[in-house]
C-alpha cells in the first residue's frame, strides 16, 4: 500500500488533536478513542499509529492548557496584592476546569509519559510555590497551608463539577467561597492532622492517573 505524503499525515494528525480537544474536554481524560477518530473522520487504526498510547494524545492536547495555567499563575505573580494573587490563579484555574472535563482530569493526576505536559506542570507548582509564600508573608494566608494541601480543592472540584455541571454551572463558585473563607489567616485554628508530602501526592495522583486507559 502506497504511503500518504508527508502533509496527509500532519493534517490527520491536526484533524486528531482538535477532534480530541472536544471530545476529551466534553468526557474527560478517558472518553472513547473511537468517537475522537470518528469525529476527525480518520479510522482507529490511524489514530494509534499517531498516538500509540492515550497519554501521547492527552500530552498533544493539553500541554497548551497547562501554559496557559502558568501564564496564571504569572499574571497572579504580578499582582501588587498577595491575597489578590492567590485568589486570582485559584479562581482562574478552575474557570479553566469547569469548561474542560480532561483539565479537571488532568489536574488530579499524574501522567508521568505525558512528558510535555508534566515539564509545564512542574513550572506551574513552582509559581504556586511562591503565590502560597507570598501570601504568607503578608499575613493573609494561614501560615500551616502548605502547596500539597491544593490538589484536594481540584480533586473536590472534579466531583462538583460531575455533579452539577448540567444543573448548577456555578455551583464550584459557592465551594471556592467557603474554602477561600477558611484558608484567611484571621480564620486559622490548629490542625490535628499534618499536611501530605509531596511524595504521598504524587503517589495519590499516580493511583488516580492509574485508572486511565
Known amino acids: 500500500m502506497e504511503r500518504k505524503p508527508r502533509r496527509d499525515a500532519q493534517r490527520n494528525r491536526e484533524a486528531l488533536i482538535e477532534a480530541a480537544r472536544g471530545v476529551f474536554a466534553e ?15 480518520l479510522g482507529i487504526a ?34 501588587s496584592d498577595p491575597w489578590d494573587g492567590f485568589v486570582h490563579y485559584l479562581e482562574a484555574t478552575l474557570v479553566r476546569e469547569a469548561a474542560n472535563r480532561a483539565i479537571n482530569d488532568l489536574m488530579s493526576m ?25 501570601a504568607q508573608r503578608s ?7 502548605t ?11 472534579t ?7 448540567s444543573i448548577a454551572p456555578n455551583a464550584w463558585r459557592r465551594h471556592l467561597g ?5 484558608l484567611r489567616a484571621s480564620a486559622a485554628h490548629e490542625l490535628d492532622q499534618p499536611p501530605m508530602s ?16
Open 27 to 41: 468526557q474527560g481524560i478517558n472518553a472513547s478513542l473511537e468517537e475522537i477518530a470518528r469525529r476527525a473522520d
Open 46 to 79: 490511524t489514530l494509534y499509529r499517531h498516538f500509540p498510547a492515550r497519554t501521547d494524545l492527552a500530552d498533544a492536547v493539553l500541554a497548551e492548557e497547562i501554559e496557559a495555567r502558568v501564564t496564571i499563575g504569572e499574571e497572579a505573580l504580578a499582582m
Open 110 to 134: 499524574r501522567l508521568p509519559r505525558a512528558v510535555c505536559t508534566e515539564d509545564a506542570r512542574k513550572r506551574m507548582y513552582d509559581l504556586l510555590v511562591q503565590l502560597v509564600e507570598r
Open 139 to 145: 499575613g493573609q494566608l494561614r501560615k500551616d497551608l
Open 147 to 157: 502547596p500539597e494541601d491544593l490538589p484536594f480543592l481540584t480533586w473536590a472540584n
Open 159 to 165: 466531583r462538583i463539577v460531575e455533579a452539577t455541571g
Open 178 to 182: 467557603l474554602l477561600l473563607d477558611g
Open 198 to 213: 509531596p511524595r504521598q501526592v504524587y503517589r495519590a495522583m499516580i493511583t488516580l492517573g492509574r485508572h486511565t486507559r
